[in-house]
C-alpha cells in the first residue's frame, strides 16, 4: 500500500506564504514598477518633512511607468515632486526612489510646474492663489538656454497656453511643444527640456520666466504678474 504524506499546518502555512511571496515578485516583475509603489514613495518623503496630510491635484507619468510626478497640496503648503524607478541591486524589478522640487507656501499667487512631461510631451504649470473673480487665465513661459545632447536647441523659445479655474480653485495650464524642424538639426526646447539624460531621476524644468494673466467671467483682466519659476530644491530625504 502506498503511503501518502501530509503536510501539517504549519507547513501548508508556510507553502501557502511561500507561493504568494512567489506571485507578488511575478506581478512586480510584470508590472515593472506599480503605480502604488511610486506614491507610496513619495508620500514616505512629504511625512519625513511634515507635509501630511496632503491631497494630490495632479499627476503626470511616463508612458512606461519609469516615473511619475506629482502635485500635492495640504492645509497650507504645496508639494512638487516626483518618483522615478531604478535598479534595485540587480533585482528584476525597479525601487521607486522620490525627490520633492519645491514646498510653497499657499500664500498669494503660486506657479509652479510639474517635473515631468504631460501625455502630449508639454509642460503642466500650476497655478494656485487666483482672485475669485478671475474665471480662466493665459500663461506664458520662456524657456531659456535648455541644452541638448543629441541636437541644437534654441537659445529662447516661448510657448503658451489658456487654463480654466476648476472647483477647487486650482488652474492647470498644459503647454504644448512646437512642431520639429527649426531648420538643421534644431529642436524644439520643450523636447530638449524632457530628454535630457541628466533630468531623467529628479527631473526638474528650472527657473524660467512667464508671465500670467488671470481674466473675469467677461474678459476683462483681473491680474497681470510676471515672475520666475521656483528654483529646484532637491529634497530627497533625511
Same mark, same amino acid.
Given at each position: 500500500?502506498?503511503?501518502?504524506?501530509?503536510?501539517?499546518?504549519?507547513?501548508? #502555512?508556510?507553502?501557502?506564504?511561500? %507561493? %504568494?511571496? /512567489?506571485?507578488?515578485?511575478?506581478?512586480?516583475?510584470?508590472?515593472?514598477?506599480?503605480?502604488?509603489?511610486?506614491?507610496?514613495?513619495?508620500?514616505?518623503?512629504?511625512?519625513?518633512?511634515?507635509?501630511?496630510?496632503?491631497? &494630490?491635484?495632479? #499627476?503626470?507619468?511616463?508612458?512606461?511607468?519609469?516615473?511619475?510626478?506629482? /502635485?500635492?497640496?495640504?492645509?497650507?503648503?504645496?508639494? #512638487?515632486?516626483? %518618483?522615478?524607478?531604478?535598479?534595485? *541591486?540587480?533585482?528584476?524589478?525597479?525601487?521607486?526612489?522620490?525627490?520633492?522640487?519645491?514646498? /510653497?507656501?499657499?500664500?498669494?499667487?503660486?506657479?509652479?510646474? /510639474?517635473?515631468?512631461?504631460? *501625455?502630449?510631451? !508639454?509642460?503642466?504649470?500650476?497655478?494656485? @492663489?487666483?482672485?475669485?473673480? +478671475? &474665471?480662466? @487665465?493665459?500663461?506664458?513661459?520662456?524657456?531659456?538656454?535648455?541644452?541638448?545632447?543629441?541636437?541644437?536647441?534654441?537659445?529662447?523659445?516661448?510657448?503658451?497656453?489658456?487654463?480654466?479655474?476648476? *472647483?477647487?480653485?486650482?488652474?492647470?495650464?498644459?503647454? +504644448?511643444?512646437?512642431?520639429? @524642424?527649426?531648420? !538643421?538639426?534644431?529642436?524644439?526646447?520643450?523636447?530638449?527640456?524632457?530628454?535630457?539624460?541628466?533630468?531623467?531621476?529628479?527631473?526638474?524644468? @528650472?527657473?524660467?520666466?512667464?508671465?500670467?494673466?488671470?481674466?473675469? #467671467?467677461?474678459?476683462?483682466?483681473?491680474?497681470?504678474?510676471?515672475?520666475?519659476?521656483?528654483?529646484?530644491?532637491?529634497?530627497?530625504?533625511?
Amino acid at each position: 500500500m502506498k503511503r501518502t504524506w501530509k503536510l501539517s499546518r504549519g507547513q501548508r #502555512v508556510v507553502r501557502n506564504l511561500a %507561493a %504568494a511571496l /512567489l506571485l507578488l515578485a511575478l506581478a512586480l516583475v510584470l508590472a515593472g514598477w506599480p503605480e502604488w509603489m511610486g506614491l507610496w514613495a513619495f508620500r514616505q518623503l512629504e511625512a519625513s518633512y511634515l507635509l501630511t496630510p496632503s491631497r &494630490v491635484i495632479c #499627476v503626470n507619468r511616463a508612458y512606461d511607468k519609469s516615473w511619475a510626478a506629482y /502635485l500635492t497640496e495640504g492645509e497650507d503648503w504645496i508639494t #512638487v515632486g516626483r %518618483a522615478t524607478a531604478v535598479e534595485f *541591486e540587480g533585482l528584476p524589478f525597479h525601487r521607486a526612489v522620490p525627490g520633492i522640487n519645491h514646498i /510653497l507656501p499657499k500664500e498669494g499667487i503660486a506657479v509652479a510646474a /510639474l517635473p515631468g512631461p504631460n *501625455e502630449e510631451r !508639454g509642460m503642466t504649470v500650476a497655478v494656485w @492663489g487666483a482672485p475669485p473673480e +478671475a &474665471v480662466s @487665465g493665459t500663461l506664458e513661459v520662456d524657456l531659456i538656454g535648455v541644452d541638448g545632447i543629441f541636437w541644437e536647441c534654441p537659445q529662447k523659445e516661448t510657448f503658451s497656453a489658456q487654463g480654466e479655474r476648476r *472647483e477647487d480653485g486650482w488652474m492647470l495650464f498644459q503647454l +504644448a511643444g512646437h512642431p520639429e @524642424g527649426h531648420g !538643421g538639426q534644431m529642436h524644439c526646447a520643450m523636447s530638449c527640456l524632457w530628454d535630457w539624460d541628466a533630468r531623467r531621476v529628479y527631473g526638474f524644468v @528650472g527657473e524660467h520666466p512667464y508671465r500670467l494673466t488671470l481674466t473675469d #467671467v467677461r474678459g476683462g483682466e483681473v491680474l497681470a504678474q510676471s515672475g520666475t519659476l521656483p528654483p529646484n530644491q532637491c529634497l530627497t530625504g533625511r
